[in-house]
């Protein structure tokens, strides 16, 4: 059961814009999220991240909002650049532990 | 040099072959992970390692396994490889303390054909 849900896989935003990435969890006993950037041939980079206790991280043009009661946690990007064109996977953490549950991922593209 | 080197970049294999895929860090992180990456269905855990001593099932360990054989070395085998087990392959570190999974590191995959 997938307990870390990311419902889109592709969107497409023009530059300029602004880029929203959703995702949802099923665990109430996540205590931290993160989103990571990954381009073709390469591995996953870390970008962001939240703890449970927050909700709202910014990170330059980077911002990720946490709404636990709607278990929604979702990455803003703002103003979108043709680099930032990847896929985009979001994670979470189990209170205690160390590894991390992966989404399926969504394929952001950022047209001229 | 990277971080974490994941070796070979690439392999194409046949049905029930051995197959071993290799991974190194350079972080000095004591935790080590290996991941698939599917098309629709993202990372999943196959396997960590928290010290030498130390090896985890993650979600989808059947038809694989691991050795560490060093802090900075954690190999994954295929004993008789199948054609579902093509996929991308990620080897990550982390160190605790350093909260979170910021502290992962990924290398930059193996893809995997079985044919």
């Known amino acids: 059961d997938q307990q870390v849900k990311q419902n889109s896989p592709s969107l497409s935003v023009q530059e300029g814009r602004i880029s929203i990435l959703n995702c949802d969890y099923t665990n109430s006993m996540f205590d931290y999220f993160l989103w990571y950037k990954k381009y073709p041939a390469e591995g996953p980079t870390f970008l962001i991240s939240i703890s449970s206790i927050k909700d709202k991280n910014e990170d330059g043009r980077f911002t990720v909002f946490l709404n636990k009661s709607a278990k929604h946690l979702s990455l803003h990007i703002v103003p979108s650049q043709p680099g930032d064109s990847a896929v985009y996977f979001c994670a979470a953490k189990f209170q205690g532990a160390q590894k991390l549950v992966f989404g399926q991922g969504t394929r952001l593209t950022i047209n001229p | 040099d990277a971080d974490v080197t994941q070796t070979p970049r690439n392999r194409i294999t046949k049905t029930g072959k051995r197959i071993m895929l290799e991974c190194s860090q350079t972080k000095g992180h004591d935790r080590m992970y290996w991941y698939r990456q599917d098309p629709g269905l993202g990372l999943r855990l196959i396997y960590y390692?928290?010290?030498?001593?130390?090896?985890n099932k993650g979600e989808i360990s059947d038809g694989y396994s691991v050795s560490r054989q060093a802090q900075a070395k954690f190999s994954l085998s295929l004993e008789s490889a199948i054609p579902n087990q093509t996929a991308l392959y990620f080897c990550?570190?982390?160190?605790?303390?350093?909260?979170?999974?910021?502290?992962?590191?990924f290398g930059s995959g193996t893809r995997l054909t079985v044919v």
């Open positions: 990550a570190t982390s160190s605790p303390g350093q909260g979170g999974g910021y502290g992962y590191t």
């Open positions: 390692s928290f010290d030498v001593k130390d090896i």
